[in-house]
């Protein structure tokens, strides 16, 4: 399917998007072993309710992003309403009040750009339904740099601007209708974990065939 | 070592660079975004690479300047989280009611709009004429903003909105006189501010201060120049003195966590106390 070992999942969603990260996360199983980091659009002055909603709906831990946290596997982190949110080289978080970028604070393109800082072409960015066309930039960057793109398709978005968008700024890898877009990264994911293993296995088989794992 | 690795390296040599020539120190802010920030100027100005930057930078002082502004981020509104401002109106203003002199600084007050905030609340709960405020930025373009205290007209409505959110009474249209398309704030706003030049990751204490403000800031710091400024703030406030910060920062990963109590945790209002007390 791919020749990369993932190590982190971004996601960008818009109007729409409550209902499509239900979607994808509801697909998961609760032993998911990346970190999945959120930016869904969100009125500037809401609570943290989505976190909330989110972990209703899925078997994962859902959470706000705090500024200088260390990125965890198996966490969903959502960006905090208002503050764009950034991936460090250390793999932790970063907050700026930095002026919107494609009339949205958070924005997808500064989370998806700062993305590649922190984990370079282990990345496998999902935009989802939304009605302008951030992440666009973002996903040609990861796309520059080696990561894996999937994309909702248009005719199953509530709003097709940004899933239209990603698919016109760069050669995306899958273009898939929500429901089939959690199931799909599952199985991403576990067969970039299983060359992790199989490489593990070689690793070890001229000096012991049985080492670490028994067939 | 891969692209990314040089312009790390690059990066690291364009803050150095910046430092050396001109004395301002990015050096311990969190990189992210700095680093995108250099990206975009990078591909605006057709740049080749971060050295051509680090080249132009030490020779071409408007182009540095026009760098500064791309990196020291002066995005601010009146009344920012108006949550914050009512929690102060109902909470802090009370215990600053006390003194019988007062002292407030607020570091890193980019364009102004939050120092203006704090002056009307002060005028309406009758604290202004006995409180000297210290607007800092170690940006002088944003600084003479501050001063001028004109602001786009645009954005008046929802600082009217947030005003109102933040319990504000009166008409907020008595702040401001409109002209053409600004608004200017009233000058007996501006009788006990004092807009000078400070940059917290290179000066130091300047006084005692029985209020600091120092909202989203902190943010763009790494966590060693996160704690010196801490440590500049706990030089700077006597036991009682208040710090309140951005509703996304917090005291309580930094060194200084000890020095400081919650007054309004969620608003990320804090106490200083008595260290003494809690060495004996």
New interface residues.
């Given amino acids: 399917m791919n020749n990369i070992e993932f190590e982190a999942v971004v996601i960008g969603s818009s109007a729409g998007g409550i209902k499509a990260l239900s979607s994808v996360l509801s697909a998961l199983p609760s032993d998911f072993p990346l970190p999945i980091i959120i930016v869904q659009h969100l009125h500037p002055q809401s609570d943290s309710y989505l976190a909330k909603i989110l972990e209703s709906k899925c078997k994962l831990k859902v959470k706000q992003a705090d500024e200088k946290e260390t990125i965890a596997d198996g966490m969903v982190y959502i960006a905090p309403p208002n503050y764009h949110l950034l991936i460090e080289d250390d793999r932790s978080f970063s907050l700026s009040i930095e002026g919107q970028v494609n009339f949205a604070r958070p924005s997808v393109d500064v989370l998806f750009e700062t993305a590649i800082y922190g984990y370079r072409d282990k990345i496998v960015a999902i935009i989802l339904t939304g009605a302008n066309h951030d992440g666009g930039v973002g996903v040609k960057k990861i796309k520059q740099n080696g990561g894996y793109i999937i994309v909702q398709t248009p005719e199953s978005a509530e709003a097709d601007a940004m899933p239209k968008a990603a698919i016109a700024a760069t050669d995306v890898d899958k273009i898939l209708p929500l429901e089939q877009i959690g199931s799909f990264l599952l199985q991403l994911v576990n067969s970039s974990i299983k060359k992790r293993f199989d490489k593990y296995n070689n690793r070890f088989s001229h000096t012991n065939p049985s080492f670490p794992l028994k067939n | 070592m891969?692209d990314?690795d040089i312009q790390?390296i690059e990066l690291q040599l364009l803050l150095q660079a910046i430092y050396l020539k001109y004395g301002y120190d990015f050096r311990n802010y969190?990189?992210?975004?700095i680093?995108?920030?250099v990206?975009h100027r990078l591909s605006k100005d057709g740049l080749e690479s971060i050295s051509a930057m680090q080249k132009k930078v030490l020779y071409d002082v408007s182009f540095f300047e026009t760098l500064l502004l791309d990196l020291s981020?002066n995005?601010?509104e009146m009344f920012r989280d108006?949550k914050f401002y009512l929690a102060l109106r109902k909470v802090v203003i009370p215990h600053l009611k006390k003194y019988p002199f007062l002292k407030i600084w607020h570091a890193g007050c980019s364009s102004g709009e939050e120092v203006y905030s704090m002056a009307i609340i002060l005028k309406e709960e009758g604290l202004y004429d006995r409180t000297q405020i210290y607007a800092t930025d170690m940006n002088e373009i944003v600084l003479k903003q501050a001063k001028d205290g004109i602001f786009n007209i645009s954005r008046l409505k929802q600082y009217t909105a947030n005003y109102q959110k933040a319990g504000g009474q009166e008409s907020f249209s008595n702040y401001y006189t409109a002209h053409y398309d600004h608004a200017v704030m009233s000058k007996s706003l501006k009788e006990n501010i004092l807009f000078s030049d400070h940059n917290l990751a290179t000066d130091g204490v300047f006084g005692e201060m029985n209020l600091i403000m120092c909202r989203?800031v902190l943010?763009?710091f790494n966590?060693d120049l996160q704690n010196r400024v801490l440590g500049l703030f706990s030089d700077s406030l006597p036991n009682d003195g208040i710090l309140s910060l951005?509703s996304?920062?917090?005291i309580r990963?930094s060194a200084f966590s000890n020095n400081f109590e919650d007054v309004v945790r969620e608003e990320k209002i804090y106490r200083k106390i008595n260290t003494d007390k809690l060495t004996k």
């Fill in positions: 891969d990314i790390n969190a990189k992210a975004s680093k995108r920030r990206q981020i995005v601010t108006p989203n943010i763009y966590r951005g996304k920062e917090s990963f």
